[in-house]
């Protein structure tokens, strides 16, 4: 039977002290509403702004300040569905985040939806309703009243791509970018996490990966750091999914073990050996690069395995040059490479699915290797439009990010990097 859930009263000029926020539900994700509530009233009576911007110069667009405004006077929230587990965390099935959102002439406001992130989604767009009056910072109105919405999202999975290896982010501007994502209703964070560049990413069953890859000892993500990027894009609705590049993008390792990495910062024909600088493979057939494999895993995976249903395993940019450095394989040739490579997959794959995750990773894998793929396997394809078509008739779900037109980055689009990518 549903319930009232956690009146709140409201206090300015056009939302009076007897508005109430209520939430009835029939499922689970109260603490992740209630936390939006106090988010929404935050938001829009300290941070609305006057939309003066929307229109011509000196235009009298703002209501008339007084006692004679109508006012909203009750704010209810409805959840007639039950959240999954782990509710907040779309998984390869996809939560709905459809909602409906009405505003009466006469002050009444009704939420409905299915799950918790429904509910999330429905706040968002009533904080974006409100504006702040230019006379009154306390004073908030709408001019769009009266509204019925109905919303939903087109495609399962909109996100973007944040390279935290190339470029360290502190973490309140990757939580700010969090925000911005839930402002505008995206549903995933895609962090590459590690690359050649550097090791930002604290292991504590290795150490020494962060410790001697980091760009500076403090400039790292502790395993806290990465729970409250977790926790906080959940309780947004978003979920974080981490990236660790392999077997290319991985040079940075050879500063704490470099016996498990091929043609590491080849120099000065570095382009012969890898996309950009320093160049550096994990070793396709050494038994030791398992063994290195299997315990970052069974460190890394258990983290994330509470936050999300995915875990994206690189794949791209793996140059077969560097292979005539590895002494196990000592060929640059498809046919030598192909088979380790496999293996290699296959065994980075199984270890993810053993964890409750679904591997993820860059199309070059499918499409430029021609490797068998799990079906569980979503493709990431970057590169082009027709990947998308290619990845799709081959049997995979594909994200669609060609980098042409959503890369953000400070090299030459030559040098194909990516950056801050939307997915």
């Known amino acids: 039977m549903s319930q009232p859930w956690n009146d709140r009263m409201l206090t300015a000029a056009n939302v009076n002290s007897n508005t109430t926020f209520r939430k009835r539900t029939l499922g689970s994700g109260e603490e992740i509403v209630h936390d939006a509530i106090h988010r929404t009233q935050r938001a ?7 939309p003066w911007k929307f229109y011509p110069r000196n235009a009298d667009f703002e209501p008339p300040m007084g006692p004679s405004k109508r006012q909203i006077h009750s704010i209810v929230i409805v959840q007639n569905g039950t959240d999954a587990e782990g509710a907040g965390a779309a998984g390869p099935g996809a939560v709905d985040e459809s909602y409906t959102l009405r505003i009466t002439t006469d002050g009444r406001v009704e939420m409905t939806a299915a799950t918790s992130v429904g509910v999330l989604r429905a706040l968002e767009t009533f904080t974006q309703l409100f504006f702040q009056h230019s006379q009154d910072q306390s004073d908030v109105y709408s001019n769009l009243i009266p509204v019925e919405i109905h919303d939903s999202p087109k ?27 839930a402002w505008n209703k995206f549903n995933r964070l895609h962090l590459h996490m590690t690359d050649s560049q550097s090791w930002p990413l604290e292991i504590p069953a290795l150490p020494e990966l962060a410790a001697k890859g980091a760009y500076r000892k403090d400039l790292t993500y502790s395993p806290a750091d990465l729970e409250q990027m977790q926790f906080y894009a959940h309780a947004r609705g978003v979920e974080v999914i981490v990236e660790i590049d392999m077997p290319g993008h991985m040079g940075s390792i050879a500063l704490s073990a470099p016996e498990l990495i091929a043609a590491f910062d080849m120099q000065p024909d570095w382009r012969t050996y890898s996309a950009e600088p320093p160049s550096g493979q994990i070793k396709l057939n050494h038994p030791a690069a398992f063994t290195f494999l299997d315990t970052l895993l069974d460190d890394l995976l258990p983290r994330l395995a509470p936050h999300g249903a995915y875990f994206h395993t690189g794949g791209d940019e793996v140059n077969a040059n560097a292979y005539l450095f590895d002494e196990t394989v000592k060929s640059n040739a498809t046919a030598v490479i192909k088979p380790l490579l496999q293996k290699f997959l296959d065994h980075v794959h199984a270890t993810v699915r053993n964890h409750g995750l679904v591997p993820m990773v860059w199309e070059e894998m499918l499409l430029e290797w021609n490797l068998t793929l799990g079906s569980d396997v979503v493709v990431q394809t970057w590169r082009s439009s027709e990947a998308v078509l290619a990845t799709v008739q081959k049997g995979h779900k594909a994200l669609v990010g060609n980098y042409n037109y959503w890369v953000l980055v400070s090299l030459p689009a030559s040098s194909a990097s990516r950056g801050t990518t939307t997915d």
């Open 44 to 50: 829009i009576f300290t941070q609305s702004i006057v």
């Open 155 to 181: 495609f399962a999975h909109r996100g973007l791509n944040l390279d935290l290896a190339r470029n360290w982010i502190p973490v309140p501007d990757v939580l700010r970018t969090i925000d911005a994502l």
